[in-house]
């Protein structure tokens, strides 16, 4: 069997875990530990994800996010995301659970807490944590968070999510000063 094949095999044998899971336990921060721990597994298989299967765009200014899996119903969507030099996204939500893991290289993530209520105000960042082999972040629907890119290439991170981005349609970014939301639309560079 070749790389290409291993790897499809061990992705299809953690997104059934993963479908499975959610089946069982529904959305909830314990579900997302025990998805993490499937996805963790998965990333911890690095040889199956060698850059070179996943070359950054040519610019080197912004990430690619390459589609490992999706259900025919847009359900249950793993990516290798392949990051930039230097990238800074704005907080945002993403209107379905996600769950993102190192496979190489450091993606930092601020996890933010919103004022109570749907009241504007400063946002505080609740938590900071740098993820790399080993490490991962949950997110619920509605909990916000940055990524920042910084440091050494290459950077390949497992994102999945509950659906896929390009069904992300409603999801808001925030101006972390006023904790005003807009619209932010899906990644561009999805393939
Ligand atoms: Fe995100």
Redesign the pocket.
Known sequence: MDRAQERERMVAETVAAVRRIEGEQGVTREALMAIRAELLALAARSELFPPEDFPSPADGKENRLYALSIDPDKRFALYLNRGSARKD?PP?N?TTW?VVVGVAGEEHNKIYRRPAGDAAGPMAVAEEITVKPGTGVCLLPDDI?S?HMRGEDPKLHLHMYGKAISEMTERVHYDPETGRGEFYPPHPDTR
């Open positions: 996204t945002h993403h996600a968070h990524i």
